[in-house]
């Protein structure tokens, strides 16, 4: 083979080469959002497009509050919602950006259960306990709603792991940090070649249908749950605790699946009036999750109708007779609508759906394209409902009554001085004189704890206050605790009961609940059974005929450091 025969075929062999890469390079570079046909729709509702489950520099995201606003601004968004960890620090500055965004500033709660994202509430004077339940009352006196946070993290410690629990919450039903994870080493290098050729593709291609869906098909089974998807977004990608990337961008990640909230009137400017309606459009359930990167998604509608009367997404009909199920809107050619009553298939087929339906059920619809496993657009449900499953479903969504407690035994009616104890730490500030004549809900004598909370510093790292009883006391064949409980702001603080132990350094082990405490008056019952041990692996259980001490304690793990107040309790009872 001649000189000159080898260099034309290094050539050729070259070209080839070049082709082989060109190409599919060239197709992740060009690849652009399917088109839509367009249409008129047949509702009147105006839809604002939003992201849910954003972190900022107050938690672990690597931007600002104004970043984010303007990432969401630079892709097309209305609205986007804050959820930085267990923090409303950037609450003051929510509104409207200068870029004409609606910010909104909710939290993400860590407790035992997952994380729940919580929104629609004012600033706190407390923290939430750490137990879901707690959390979900709180939320519920506050008028907020919330969401189980990414239900199928591949970490355990983030994956939601109590879906009996009761509450009217609602699911994740996509979310980015979760696909990211799942996707593997193999997945992310892959995304991490297409992301700086064309971002929405390279995350796109990262999206498979989660198994949350199918969660969440079980829970509407039971009682209503809104279903959004979570950006998680954190402006920057953590392959190690060392190891950030400045990929994806937050506006990177906005632009791949937005919530569509349907709502009555147009955002009006008025930060105050449209969050309401937000946050109501969330509760009810009236919006839907969509691919905006994978084709335009801003025009779907899904109604019900009967007798000229129509319902949408998130609407309770009455199981009264046969209905007209329709959906579709500005659709991609070849976008296949299918129709789910309680997660089984009623109709599926390519374009608009038009379809009868008389059973009675949980209707929600699904948009898939051709190549993409996760759905273009899932719906929320439209509930039809007999008064029997909707009395049912009522049931499910409540939350535990209180404890009904018919005989109880006194154990401290805190008229004079007793076996109470003020203790503090040397940096809180503490009233020692803590019985108050006449402070107590019928005009008797009330204990008291004021208290000024100290800073952590590293000589004193832990701040509290608290009232304590280190009396030995026999509790066995005893439910529980019961007092009356009122302070002059909305606080929460820990009631603790300790059993004898002499292989603790105090020679007991501490078992506690929460309690949270309101201006006005209130009784609160505090079941043994519900008492969970301060070190969360601890084994063992309470030895109520070995209780060593009672304890009311306010610290930071319950109030932020610096707090002032006065929490009265009186009354203290067993039963």
Known sequence: MTRETRRAIRRTVAAVALLVVSVPVWRVAAWRPLRVVPVDLPDSFVRVSGVVHVHTTHSDGSG???????????????????????SLAAKPDEGYSQAGVLTVVGTEISNREGHLL??????????????????????????????????????????WDNWDLPGSWG??????????????????????????????????????RPAAIDRWDELLSRRRATGITGADAHGTLRLAASFPLPVPSYDAVFRIAQNYVLLERPLSGNAAEDTAALVAALATGRLYVGLGALAPADRFYFLAERAGARWTMGDDVPAAGPLRVRAGGALPANARLTL????????????????????????RVEAHLPGWDMPWIVSNPIYVLTEADRARR??????????????????????????????????????????????????????????????????????????????????????????????????RFWIQVRDFNPAKPEGADTWQASVRSSTEW????????????????????????????IVFLVDTGALAPGTDGTIWIDDLRVY
């Open 522 to 549: 209130q009784e609160v019952t505090v079941p043994f059974e519900g008492l969970r041990n301060v070190i969360d692996d601890a084994d063992g259980t309470l030895d109520l005929g070995e209780t060593r001490a």
């Open 394 to 491: 009522l049931r499910a969504a409540a939350l535990p009554e209180p404890v009904v407690v018919r005989e109880t035994t006194v154990l401290a009616a805190f008229e004079t001085a007793s076996s109470f104890t003020p203790v503090a730490d040397a940096a809180t500030t503490l009233d020692t004189q803590f019985i108050e004549p006449g402070a107590g809900p019928d005009g008797s004598a009330a204990a008291r704890i004021t208290f000024q909370l100290g800073i952590p510093t590293e000589d004193h790292p832990s701040p509290f206050a608290s009232l304590g009883s280190y009396a030995p006391r026999d509790l066995s064949g005893r439910d529980g605790l019961m007092l009356s409980v009122r302070s002059d702001m909305p606080y």
């Open 118 to 159: 919580a929104v629609g509430l004012p600033q706190l004077t407390y923290r939430f306990s750490g137990d879901a339940t707690d959390s979900l009352r709180d939320l519920a006196e506050l008028g907020s709603v919330s969401f189980a946070a990414h239900p199928e993290s591949a970490r355990e410690d983030l994956r």
């Open 64 to 86: 600002q509050l104004v970043d984010v606003a303007a990432a969401a601004a630079a892709a097309g968004l209305d609205f986007v919602i804050v959820t930085d960890h267990n």
């Open 340 to 363: 789910y009553r309680d997660a089984t298939v009623v109709a599926s087929g390519e374009g608009n759906l038009d379809q009868r339906v008389a059973e009675p059920g949980v209707y």
């Open 171 to 208: 699911v994740e039903i996509l979310n980015g940090d979760s696909q990211w994870r799942a996707a593997g080493w193999t997945g992310l290098l892959g995304a991490l070649a297409r992301y700086p050729l064309n971002s929405d593709y390279a995350l796109l291609r990262l999206l498979r």
